[in-house]
């Protein structure tokens, strides 16, 4: 009787290697909007109307549900002098030369009710869009330089401001930044966004939207743009039509 042939052996194979997949980086888990942190987004605001104009652009364009909105203010330490801050609103009843302590301690007290009644105004945008907020007034004699250590201290996501009402004229600034929003720019740790002020050229936007209360957008025209045919004939043909 024929024996069965033994089963054939397979060859020897190497041990299996066990891999271990490692779960994602938290630094680059990415999280849903509705998981996301709260931003603190900080409105700089020196009592001028550009800064009344870059709230009112913030609530706008900027802001969204959920955030938290710090209107920062840095009021000069001496009332009538502050290098950033320009002509300063004194009553002309005031004896500007008179030392006296009661008179300085008068004209100090007017300047911050006046500081702060002005920041409530500023504020309405936001009263009136229901978005909570909190008004940061603190003193310094360097605006810009505070300015950026309270972006730092308050850990704000952003900050939003005016591009001339910082220490800059209207007349003279030509588009330019003021001093204190460029000093921001370049040396605030968080990003900064500057709103230009509307001006003459606009068709006085700025001034009218003061008057009706509300931020008037202004229409940009395109210029023509030609296009050419087959023959080489030249077509006018503006966007948008």
């Known amino acids: 009787m024929a024996s069965s042939p033994s089963p054939k052996k397979n060859p020897p194979t190497e041990s299996a290697v066990v891999v271990q997949v490692q779960p994602p980086s938290p630094r680059l888990h990415v999280t849903t909007p509705t998981t996301c942190a709260q931003r603190r987004i900080g409105i700089a605001v020196d009592l001028s109307d550009e800064s009344a104009f870059a709230v009112k652009w913030a609530v706008q364009n900027y802001l969204r549900a959920g955030d938290a909105v710090i209107l920062v203010h840095v009021s ?129 936007a700025g001034e009218e939207s003061e008057r009706d209360g509300g931020t008037t957008l202004c229409t940009v025209m395109e210029e023509e743009q030609e296009e050419h045919d087959m023959d080489g004939k030249q077509s006018a043909n503006k966007r948008g039509k």
């Not at 330490?77 to 009553?91: C, E, F, H, Q, R």
């Not at 003193?139 to 800059?168: I, P, T």
Request: glycine share 8%; net charge negative; hydrophobic share 35%.
């Open 76 to 204: 000069p330490t001496n009332v009538l002098y502050g290098a950033d801050w320009g002509s300063l609103p004194i009553k002309e009843n005031y004896n500007l030369d008179d030392q006296n302590e009661e008179n300085q301690q008068k004209i100090e007290e007017d300047f911050n009710l006046f500081t702060s009644t002005k920041a409530n105004d500023i504020a309405q945008p936001l009263v009136d869009a229901n978005i909570p907020f909190k008004i940061h007034i603190v003193k310094d004699h360097d605006m810009k330089e505070r300015l950026c250590l309270e972006v730092e201290r308050l850990g704000l996501s952003a900050v939003v401001m005016g591009s001339r009402g910082f220490g800059a004229s209207r007349k003279s600034s030509k588009g330019r930044l003021g001093s204190v929003s460029d000093y921001c720019v370049h040396h605030c740790v968080c990003p900064v966004i500057v709103v230009r002020f509307p001006d003459e050229k606009d068709g006085g």
